[in-house]
Nanobody, 128 residues
């Protein structure tokens, strides 16, 4: 079972920036499809951003477009989520996920049930 390792969450004030990182130490996920999701208590998990496998096409939720950037670092077998101008509405537990097949499309990447492996989640809290 592959376990993704997330880091970078924390408590910040509105307007601040954070960088979340996700890596897969035990397997090579170079040029695979990754996704970042977030969840708050009582709500369904929502897709924040995703990148397809070999095409590298990206998706951003409207709520984060222009503020968040997904970076896939193939050399380090990891993916980062750069979050700028954070708002209290961004408060959530953030999860990364990955699919092993390079053909993982952006359409698939937008469906959380298509992912094979998940991280344990990292808390991001934004105070007003």
């Amino acid at each position: 079972q592959v376990q993704l390792v997330e880091s970078g969450g924390g408590l910040v004030q509105a307007g601040a920036s954070l960088r979340l990182s996700c890596t897969a130490p035990e397997r090579d996920f170079n040029r695979r499809g990754w996704g970042w999701f977030r969840q708050t208590p009582g709500k369904e998990r929502e897709l924040v951003s995703a990148i397809a496998g070999s095409t590298s096409s990206t998706y951003y939720a409207d709520s984060v477009k222009g503020r968040f950037t997904l970076l896939r670092n193939s050399n380090k077998n990891m993916v980062d989520l750069l979050m700028a101008d954070l708002k209290p509405g961004d408060t959530a537990v953030y999860f990364c996920a990955v699919h092993y097949q390079p053909s993982f499309s952006l359409t698939q990447a937008m469906n959380e049930h298509e992912y094979e492996y998940w991280g344990q989640g990292t808390q991001v809290t934004v105070s007003s």
